[in-house]
């Protein structure tokens, strides 16, 4: 069993910065690939930023350029560095272990003046 636990949700003015950690129990994090969701209110969970394994990743269109995933291993945990932050981020954000189907509790991000 995997247990997931994100942090660092916050509230935010427009053009600020956040960063989230995801910290994962468990053995063989390093085997898996991991990825951020969020879900607006009255919109479906969509993907974030996904890193593999071994370190390729890949962003949503929204966030491209402005979202940095990354993870370290050796501390089993993940990080989503989000800049120029606009309204249009704000919801929960869900850490993901999508091949075993794992995810966390979310932490809310709030991006308002």
């Known amino acids: 069993q995997v247990q997931l636990v994100e942090s660092g949700g916050a509230v935010v003015q427009p053009g600020g910065s956040l960063r989230l950690s995801c910290v994962a129990s468990?053995?063989?994090?390093?085997?898996?690939?991991m990825a951020w969701y969020r879900q607006a209110p009255g919109k479906q969970r969509e993907l974030v930023a996904g890193i593999s394994f071994d370190g390729r990743t890949n962003y949503g269109a929204s966030v491209q350029g402005r979202f940095i995933i990354s993870r370290d291993n050796a501390k089993n945990t993940m990080f989503l560095q989000m800049n120029s932050l606009i309204p249009e981020d704000t919801g929960v954000y869900y850490c993901s272990e999508p091949s075993r189907n794992y995810w966390g509790q979310g932490t809310q991000v709030t991006v308002s003046s």
């Open positions: 468990g053995r063989r994090f390093s085997d898996y690939d």
